[in-house]
């Protein structure tokens, strides 16, 4: 086979163009820290990244759910707590009022605060939070308990949870069921028997009220020990989607990213070829013989 001087140029500029090709992957590896920069690079990366990703994001959305569980959970705990010491506040002015020390009078007076307590008691059941009510189930636009002018009471009483979804395939009730606490049962007939009681000094049913006070009080407490009992489920699961990301977000990386040294090591020895090639090509194109008929 007849080697011609076009065909040593030829693959001279053929084998150029492949050098500055590898250069060119090495400096985008460098610049960007990836290992490939289009699917068409490596596609197997490429489609594993893509499943990582998916996992990554799918465990920043739970993260986010969990944020909305917390907000719900915390703001009903302190709801609950101030419940807890309005009830006990009113069990204490019950236990005064029944002993035989006190009068008519003072009893009135202990029957203001009563009922400046029931009041504060529905507007604990109003809590709204971001523009939720978050003891009204899934109405969480409509008011759990309403008052008209002359003081009556109405109650939209929806127990409907609210399920939201902390990891895959799991969902933690958000709300809890506030008919156990803020419902007729409470006001149209424990606090009004013990304001009745008051209002016609009658001893015995104050006695008998502070019994129904502390069923309240229980009520509220079983309600917080069930809602305590989902936040720390909820930590639970807080901590498993940080495990979660974090081995995520390395595979991705370990899938991604580049070894810095084994690409500045690369580029290096590639640059020295390509030198070489450019120093090599540089004594193959010599001059013809037309050059010399000149």
């Known amino acids: 086979m007849r080697i011609t001087q076009s065909m040593l140029s ?4 053929k084998n150029l163009s492949n050098s ?13 820290g990836k290992k490939i920069n289009r699917p068409s690079d490596d596609p197997v990366i490429a489609m594993k990244g893509m499943g990582y990703r998916t996992q990554v994001t799918e465990v920043d959305q739970f993260k986010r759910n969990t944020n909305e569980v917390h907000s719900w959970m915390d703001n009903s705990d302190a709801a609950l707590d101030k419940a807890t ?14 002993n035989d020390t006190y009068d008519e009078g003072e009893r009135q007076n202990v029957k203001e605060e009563v009922e400046q307590l029931k009041e504060h008691l529905v507007d604990i059941a109003n809590t709204n939070v971001n523009g939720k009510y978050i003891f009204n189930g899934t109405d969480t636009d409509t008011e759990p308990v309403t008052t008209n002018g002359e003081g009556e009471i109405t109650y939209a009483e929806n127990a409907a949870p ?11 009730q958000a709300n809890v069921d506030s008919t156990r606490i803020f419902g007729k049962d409470l006001f149209d ?3 009004e028997s013990f304001l009745t009681a008051l209002e016609t000094n009658d001893q015995e ?26 936040m720390n489920r909820l930590e639970l699961v807080e901590n498993r989607l940080d495990e979660q990301e974090i081995a995520a977000k390395k595979m991705m990386s370990e899938n991604e990213d580049v070894d810095y040294e084994k690409v500045i090591t690369e580029l290096t020895t590639q640059e ?13 194109i010599q001059p013809t013989l037309i050059d010399f008929l000149r």
């Open 162 to 172: 609210i399920k939201i979804e902390v990891a895959n395939g799991t969902k933690l």
């Open 20 to 32: 500055y090709s590898k250069l060119n992957s090495s400096m985008d590896q460098l610049s960007t």
């Open 272 to 284: 020295s070829v390509h030198r070489a090639a450019l120093s090599a090509g540089s004594r193959i």
């Open 10 to 13: 030829s693959n001279m500029l």
């Open 85 to 98: 010491k309005a009830l006990q506040r009113m069990r204490e002015l019950a236990v005064q009022a029944s």
């Open 189 to 191: 007939e424990d606090i």
């Open 205 to 230: 049913r104050i006695k008998e009220s502070i019994d129904t006070i502390d069923d309240n009080i229980d009520n509220v407490i079983n309600v917080r020990a069930d809602l305590g009992a989902r």
